[in-house]
């Protein structure tokens, strides 16, 4: 069962779906982490651009069609949505705050990392400039990572203090 506040259970529950989940998984996940989740209220959440669109995907076998698939990181999206709407957010505040983009931030950068790593491969040991230069956009990546990170706390932060004046 995941814990609800565990990083560590997410990263595991992303990396054993590096393809996606379906609908059906993920409100099987959101169930194991306590968050009663109906395909429905996933969809309408789909609907209102609070979570990404799937990607179809090709089943193996002939005439088995497709199946939509989400990035595993919706599940901590949808958590996030929960948690807000427990603050009081309504769902038209966390649309139009950018309360809303910390799991952006997470996709960014595990696609920046995994760019980076290509970049390494790609060069070899052997070049030494284009190492430094892959390590110093290494560096910027992670820098443009902790900034945005940044910005997303101070604008929660705003709209939460916000909501507590009104």
């Known amino acids: 069962m995941l814990q609800a506040d565990g990083n560590a259970a997410f990263e595991a529950l992303e990396q054993s779906h590096p393809s ?15 968050e009663k989740l109906t ?14 669109r799937s990607v179809r995907v090709g089943r193996k076998g002939k ?7 989400y990035p595993a990181s919706t599940v901590r999206q949808v958590q996030l949505i929960r948690r807000l709407m427990a603050q009081g957010f ?27 790593t290509q970049l390494e491969r790609a060069h070899g040991a052997a070049d030494s400039l284009m190492r430094r ?13 902790e900034k945005l ?8 932060v705003q709209a939460r203090m916000e909501r507590a004046a009104v």
């Open 39 to 52: 395909e429905a209220t996933f969809r309408k959440y789909v609907q209102l651009g609070l979570l990404p």
């Open 149 to 156: 990170r940044d910005v997303e706390r101070r604008l929660t």
């Open 63 to 69: 005439h088995q069609g497709s199946q939509g698939l």
């Open 133 to 145: 230069e892959v390590d110093e956009a290494r560096r910027l990546a992670s820098s443009l990572v």
């Open 90 to 116: 309504t769902i038209e505040e966390i649309q139009s705050r950018s309360l809303f983009v910390g799991s952006d931030i997470d996709s960014l950068s595990k696609e920046l990392d995994r760019l980076m």
């Open 20 to 34: 996606g989940m379906s609908v059906q998984q993920i409100v099987v996940a959101c169930a194991a982490l306590g």
